[in-house]
């Protein structure tokens, strides 16, 4: 309101008509008008910035520990996954320990010819391949990790105990035993003991 004369305020009148009613043609708004409407943004400030920069540190942890927990959830299932699978494995190649021990014998009988020969060295090979190795010679030392003594002596041939005799192979996959192999064991002889009386020769009376 624009103020008059006498002192009191005149009214100001503005045309807010977005057509001119004399060109008939849109009207350009107002910069003032429209500067005025438009709603100030809120400065910013170092409390703003501190703010921002504490929700971006809890976003980013957020992110890492989702991350980290992924990639642990991805390794323990590659874990399990590898289990299963060497059970698996592990129980089919216990099924064949039979078969294998058949063509044992036969190979020790001289029975191992012909087609039959090339049919067990195709499966050994392929047993071989899945990680199956047989194991247990004479003279192994004894080991009752992976041997099961069924014969037990002593003998001066041997300075530890030691398989002297293998009644049937032991296997393994990897680290894993399959089946001990089952061997008679003998140790060192015990030492003598001396005689009552002591030792040494007696002297002739004469």
Request: proline share 8%.
């Amino acid at each position: 309101m624009l103020p008059r004369d006498n002192g009191h305020e005149e009214p100001v009148i503005r045309d807010n008509r977005k057509i001119d009613p004399e060109t008939g043609l849109p009207r350009e708004p107002d910069a003032a008008q429209e500067t005025a409407a438009r709603p100030e943004a809120p400065a910013a400030g170092p409390a703003a910035d501190g703010e921002l920069a504490i929700q971006l540190a809890e976003r980013t942890a957020d992110l890492q520990r989702l991350q980290a927990e992924y990639v642990n959830y991805r390794k323990r299932v590659e874990r399990d996954r590898a289990a299963v699978r060497e059970q698996a494995v592990a129980g089919a190649l216990t099924e064949l320990l039979p078969v294998l021990d058949d063509i044992g014998r036969a190979r020790d009988h001289g029975e191992l010819t012909g087609g039959f020969a090339k049919v067990a060295e195709s499966l050994e090979a392929t047993l071989t391949k899945l990680g199956l190795t047989a194991y247990g010679q004479k003279g192994d030392p004894f080991d009752p990790t992976i041997h099961e003594a069924l014969m037990h002596s002593y003998s001066e041939d041997v300075s530890e105990a030691s398989a002297v005799e293998v009644f049937q192979l032991g296997y393994r996959m990897g680290e894993r035993v399959l089946r001990p192999a089952r061997v008679a064991v003998a140790e060192p002889a015990e030492p003598q003991e001396p005689a009552p009386g002591g030792q040494g020769e007696t002297e002739d009376e004469s």
